[in-house]
């Protein structure tokens, strides 16, 4: 670079070494040569209405314009838009339009955008780099952009789709017309989405004449299974599959075929790909929650390379990228390859989180939940057996003169020592720094048993013996693993047929296991560490034995989606002779995986020991109780799968025309707090602004809960309830609780009065008895004035104590006994000291009812903004305001703020303290303090 160039000359240089990568040769406007190449950049070219910065040739004919900016005008690209529209629409020097030019640029050299004006509604987007001469002509013969195509799809032909996938594509439709460039689809597992984007994948293909479409995925494991669903995909208005009608070619190198038009490759080949990287054997990973050596070695750089323009690979290769399960992998190092390329991007998940919905512009096409998918009959319900064992829970010693076995984890060989001191481990430790053989046989022989009596008591062969429905145990490592199938061979008296492990590191073909695990009848039980627990369909699974807990809520809810598939008899009693039907799965939580809070839905089933006949009786008779009508619902979704056709006429017509998929979605939806909020929404609708307190608002809830409530229990008579009563028996089951002492706990998992009662005594007992002790309880109890000097790490402090004293007081389980009491209408926030602090807030009577945090913050901040605002009408600039509101999630998040936190993350890009200074000057101290003092109140 030539020192003191000025910054319109270096954005042009920048300018011109990203067109000749691209493809195009820059000459000046003196010196124009068309038979050097196809593509043909010239500088300054006249137009009518002056010089345009550069002219896009090809094939001698203009078809676009680049207006040059220079770099610390980034941010101002959009204003020079009709500027450059000038210049597209001005008459060429030699060249007269009456259409003008359709393609235009405004670029700094690093910043771009693009305008296509002839999309309807034209609107500019960023974009990588510039698009190749190639495309360019291909797109102006073609005549109509692919936008103005997309607005020309003719309707969906629903036959064969469920009703949330015309959903998804028709919303997803819009979304594509309305031009919004990225969208998500959140879809239960097992209610099919990758038919789903097949479907609107062929869609795109044939109607909107997409060039070609990228199917990303973070596993080698899913990229072969959305192949698989390609080549099985057959249109509805097409005789040949879709593989006969277009090219799908899953990458396995880093050659992207010319003539493909479905690419299918894992985020970190195509990562690679982009790179000129050769990929190793082991960066495909096919477990999501392993780390390849080679992903470990980018995510360990500094400062990862970014990615850099590939010619071989230009920013319009794809028009659109699917992105499946992408609550995975799309963020930090894999979002420059979304980010490259010119395309829409559209997001496939069953469980989003935040950053998921934030990366798609927060644009959810469509929403199908678990709940209702199992409404639907989609999917099917599940209920939750707890197995609990004194050292599971609570470990274990071996004392110091112990002759004891130690095992190498890998090698699993042994040697036989003394220990020469006492080792304490706890329930963490197992299968871990500890293997304890009682514990794995303890609950093997439990599960056994508990099977045999209350789980499935109805699965006897013709001979006595018992068949064991097909199971799947989760194990935290691959040595565990090998324990359990040891256990579990020699407990049920089997041999190897029976359970065999199913993960990556077995010698038989791990495929050809799960194989022969889905469609044969042995083996009954397998054990995996990760390999069935995404995206693996094994439909006759009918219970799922979790030895093992995880951390991450995605990744549970994908573990528990195993057992949702629903199959239908004939296929099922294929593998499982003794089953009737499949119209729930069971979670066997031997590890607690299922206490903490880590999903949104939640067993349907809350009283397993109370009769169908005694629940229908008290729901007719007005008993409002949310364990009561989820429980019936439970009860009466698994009916609806086993009667007959003349059954169900028979209760639509006792029910006055609602059959048991209506009357179970209103049983559920009189507890659904999206119901119950859009009722009361309703109800408030004619209140005005100032007069919407939060008792009002809290009383609509309440009236909108029993209103729903109601309507459900009319649904109901005495006739009615005879009449199911009679059928059930007829294709149900009592379910009995045996307790035995061997174990600590053998039972289905409820969620009773009684136990969330105490679990809150004990807790607002825990917070008086410390109060004295811990400086932020001491504050929050006995000095009011003080709590806006409570800070980050001392709410940490009280946190770190409850968890060393009393682990089973975690915030978010005080949270849920609050709920099942209905003593609140919020869901716990999904940061846990927020919840402690929340709770606190309650127990010490701060706060009357019990909500979260950062809602009172933010409710304290709209009152103090109306007080300072009513003696100065809008007295703080927007400006000013944006810094408030900075201050307001800082606190939000930390509790506290102080003038040094104004040197870091947001504060430091805004300008720090200079910059807040400027804004409030003499008032900088006194507006922390207060806010401080205010926002903590």
Not at 90 to 106: M, Q
Not at 114 to 142: A, C, G
Not at 888 to 901: L, P
């Amino acid at each position: 670079m030539v020192a003191n160039q000025n910054p319109e000359q270096i954005a042009r240089d920048r300018i011109d070494e990203m067109l000749c990568a691209s493809g195009w040769v820059v000459q000046s406007k003196n010196e124009i040569d068309f038979s050097v190449s196809k593509g043909i950049a010239v500088r300054e070219y006249q137009t009518s209405v002056g010089p345009a910065d550069y002219v896009l040739f090809v094939d001698q004919q203009p078809l676009a314009i680049i207006e040059a900016k220079k770099e610390s005008e980034g941010h101002r690209l959009t204003v020079v838009e009709e500027q450059s529209q000038n210049y597209a629409q001005a008459d060429l020097k030699y060249f007269k339009s009456t259409e003008g030019i359709p393609f235009v640029y405004e670029s700094t050299g690093t910043v771009t955008r693009f305008t296509d004006y002839r999309d309807p509604k034209s609107r500019s987007r960023n974009i990588f780099w510039f698009h190749q001469p190639e495309t360019l002509l291909e797109w102006f013969r073609s005549g109509n952009s692919l936008r103005q195509r997309l607005q020309e799809l003719p309707n969906l032909d629903t036959d064969g789709l469920r009703p949330a996938q015309i959903k998804a594509i028709n919303e997803l439709e819009k979304s594509f017309k309305a031009n919004k460039p990225r969208a998500l689809i959140q879809m239960a597992t097992g209610a099919g989405k990758t038919y789903t984007a097949a479907t609107f994948v062929y869609r795109l293909l044939k109607f909107a004449k997409a060039k070609r479409i990228l199917f990303l995925v973070d596993t080698k494991n899913l990229g072969e299974q959305a192949e698989q669903e390609f080549m099985a995909y057959q249109p509805k208005d097409d005789n040949r599959k879709f593989t006969e009608l277009y090219n799908v070619q899953r990458l396995t190198s880093s050659y992207v075929a010319s003539d493909s038009q479905v690419c299918i490759s894992t985020i970190q080949r195509m990562y690679s790909i982009l790179k000129g990287e050769e990929l190793t054997d082991d960066a495909e990973t096919e477990n999501p929650n392993e780390q390849s050596s080679w992903l470990q070695k980018k995510l360990s750089e500094k400062d990862p390379v970014p990615v850099d323009y590939n010619s071989k690979v230009p920013i319009e290769q794809f028009d659109f990228i699917i992105i499946d399960e992408c609550h995975r992998s799309i963020y930090n190092l894999w979002k420059q390859v979304l980010d490259y390329f010119d395309a829409f991007l559209i997001g496939l998940t069953a469980t989003p989180d935040k950053r998921t919905f934030g990366f798609f512009n927060e644009n959810v096409v469509s929403e199908y939940t678990y709940e209702e998918s199992v409404l639907d009959g989609v999917n099917v319900p599940y209920e939750v057996y707890s197995i609990e064992t004194e050292i599971s829970q609570n470990g274990g010693v071996i004392e110091s003169g112990w002759y004891v076995d130690r095992r190498d984890k890998l090698t699993r060989a042994k040697r036989w020592q003394q220990e020469d001191e006492d080792t304490e481990y706890r329930r963490n430790d197992l299968d871990k720094a500890v293997v304890n053989i009682s514990q794995i046989r303890n609950i093997i022989k439990e599960y056994k048993r508990a099977l045999e009596t209350t789980i499935y008591p109805d699965r006897k062969n013709e001979d006595g013996s018992y068949e064991v429905p097909k199971t799947l145990i989760f194990a935290k490592t691959d040595s565990h693993a090998d324990d359990i199938i040891q256990m579990v061979r020699e407990e049920f008296g089997e041999g190897n047929d029976f359970c065999k492990k199913v993960t990556y590191k077995i010698d038989e073909d791990p495929k050809s296991v799960l194989n022969r695990f889905r469609n044969d009848y042995h083996p009954r039980i397998a054990v995996t560490v990760d390999m069935i627990a995404t995206g693996t369909d094994v439909k006759p699974l009918e219970v799922l034995l979790f030895m093992r807990d995880v951390k991450s809520a995605n990744y549970f809810e994908q573990m528990k989606g195993r057992g949702t598939r629903t199959i239908n008899v004939d296929k099922l009693q294929l593998v499982s002779k003794t089953a009737r039907n499949k119209n729930h799965f069971v979670i066997v939580d031997a590890i607690g995986a299922t206490k903490s809070k880590k999903t949104d839905s939640r067993p349907l089933e809350r009283q397993p020991s109370v009769s169908m006949k005694d629940l229908l009786g008290a729901v007719t008779m007005g008993v409002k109780e949310e364990d009561v009508f989820l429980s019936l619902a439970n009860r009466l979704i698994r009916l609806d799968r086993q009667i007959t056709d003349k059954e169900r006429e028979h209760v639509v017509e006792l029910s006055g025309g609602k059959d048991l998929k209506q009357i179970t979605r209103e049983l559920i939806e009189a507890f659904d707090p999206d119901k119950i909020e859009a009722l009361s929404q309703t109800k408030l609708a004619e209140v005005p602004e100032q007069d919407l307190t939060p008792q009002k608002k809290e009383n609509a809830r309440a009236e909108a809960q029993q209103e729903l409530a109601k309507k459900a229990s009319l649904n109901f008579n005495g006739k009615l309830n005879e009449y199911i009563d009679n059928v059930r028996r007829q294709h149900d089951q009592i379910i009995d609780h045996i307790n035995l002492d061997t174990v600590t706990k053998s039972e289905w998992d409820t969620t009773s009065v009684d136990k969330a009662q105490g679990l809150i005594q004990d807790f607002t007992a825990y917070m008086e008895t410390h109060k004295d002790e811990i400086k932020a309880l001491s504050i929050y109890y006995n000095q009011p004035y003080n709590r806006r000097n409570i800070t980050f790490k001392m709410i940490k402090e009280i946190m770190d104590q409850l968890r060393m004293d009393q682990p089973s007081l975690a915030p978010l389980n005080v949270w849920q006994a609050y709920q099942t009491l209905g003593e609140t209408q919020s869901d716990a926030p999904k940061d846990e000291l927020t919840a402690l602090v929340s709770l606190i807030r309650k127990v010490c009577g701060i706060d009357e009812t019990l909500k979260p945090f950062d809602k009172t913050i933010d409710e304290n901040f709209k009152q103090w903004v109306f007080k300072q605002n009513a003696g100065q009408h809008n007295r703080f600039t927007p400006e000013q305001m944006d810094w408030l509101r900075m201050i307001k999630d800082h606190v939000t998040s930390s509790y506290h703020i102080e003038m040094e936190d104004l040197d870091y993350t947001p504060f430091d890009a805004q300008g720090g303290r200079g910059k807040m200074y400027q804004l409030f000057g003499n008032e900088m101290e006194q507006i922390i303090n207060e806010l401080n003092e205010v926002l903590a109140a």
